[in-house]
Each structure stands twice: as C-alpha cells, then as structure tokens.
C-alpha cells in the first residue's frame, strides 16, 4: 500500500513556476512508476508525466513538454513536479499517483491504483 500526499500548489502569474511535492508512505514506493496527473476546471482528468521506479525513464504529455520536469528522490520517497513557463492553461488540480509496475510510462488513469488527495494551481494571466 502507497499512501500519497501532494503539496506546493498555489497562485502565480503566467510565466512564473511551482514546484509540487508528493510525499509517500508506504514500502513500496521505490518499486512502482509514479505519475503527475491534472484536472482542469469543467474537464476530465488528464495525464501530465510519469517517471520509471528508480528515475531511468520520464514521459510528458504534449502540453507541458518543455516546461515541467518530473523527478524522484526514492531515500525522501518524494516525487517532483517543476512547473517552469506556467501559463493560464495549466490551472487544475494536480494529483500524484503510483503505477503497479516499476517500468511505465502509462498515460492511463486505469494503471494508477493510488492517488493523492491533490494540490490547486492556479495560474493568472
């Protein structure tokens, strides 16, 4: 069992940056891919980026290729999101998740099977 907590979310201007944290409890956390998920106002839930068990694989959707970086510190069981270039499209509700397997870099809401309560950005422009 993965229990996640997500934090560092918050109010900035289009152009600025946030970096969210997601804390996990849990044996396993260095043994499953974790994922940053968002889900804007009025829509669905939406992959953002996941990163393999031990960090030797990262994959971003489209939208924020460029911009954020995910990473992981498995001695803090802690992973990151850097948000770089924020711009208004990227206010949601962010959440982390774990993966069932080590090595995925699935886009699928359906392969997470823990999730964070999630953190709000809200980006102004």
């Known amino acids: 069992q993965v229990q996640l907590v997500e934090s560092g979310g918050g109010l900035v201007q289009a152009g600025g940056s946030l970096r969210l944290s997601c804390a996990a409890s849990?044996?396993?956390?260095?043994?499953?891919?974790m994922g940053w998920f968002r889900q804007p106002p009025g829509k669905g839930r939406e992959f953002v980026a996941a990163i393999w068990c031990r960090g030797g694989m990262t994959y971003y959707a489209e939208s924020v290729k460029g911009r954020f970086t995910i990473s992981r510190d498995n001695a803090k069981n802690t992973v990151y999101l850097q948000m770089n270039s924020l711009k208004a499209e990227d206010t949601a509700v962010y959440y982390c998740?774990?993966?069932?397997?080590?090595?995925?870099?699935?886009?699928?809401?359906?392969?997470?099977?823990?999730w964070g309560q999630g953190t709000q950005v809200t980006v102004s422009s």
């Open positions: 849990g044996r396993t956390f260095s043994s499953v891919a």
């Open positions: 998740a774990a993966d069932r397997k080590c090595g995925s870099g699935s886009t699928s809401l359906d392969e997470y099977d823990h």
